[in-house]
């Protein structure tokens, strides 16, 4: 269920946002208005336009990815990525993919190994 609730402005019932409704405190502070008891609007554009899009760390890496899709040496698509055993972990401790450090690539027909 969704903390945010529907605003009509003919309930009186409806509580006023407040910053727990913000997932970023920076954001909190400058997006909240300081109202007396009033609800507050949110607007989604707003919101959704900080979740759209991968972040610049995640381009350079699908792009290094990409420029190091062929072997080298003997020319095979068949490369592996070798990463750091670095990156974030979920709830289950799994690793999150695409967050651990990228260091080079393995090919596995030939096993030539490159930096990144």
Not at 38 to 55: M, Q
Request: glycine share 6%; net charge negative.
């Amino acid at each position: 269920m969704s903390l945010l609730r529907i605003f009509r402005p003919e309930d009186d019932t409806c509580p006023p946002a407040t910053e727990s409704f913000f997932c970023d405190p920076e954001l909190a502070q400058r997006e909240s208005p300081q109202t007396d008891g009033e609800p507050v609007l949110l607007s989604f554009e707003k919101y959704s336009a900080s979740l759209r899009g991968p972040t610049n760390s995640q381009l350079r890496r699908a792009r290094q990815i990409h420029a190091h899709c062929q072997c080298p040496e003997c020319r095979s698509a068949l490369v592996v990525p070798l990463v750091l055993n670095d990156g974030r972990r979920d709830r289950s401790g799994e690793e999150v993919p695409g967050t651990s450090t990228l260091v080079g690539f393995r090919c596995d027909v030939c096993s030539t190994e490159w930096p990144a």
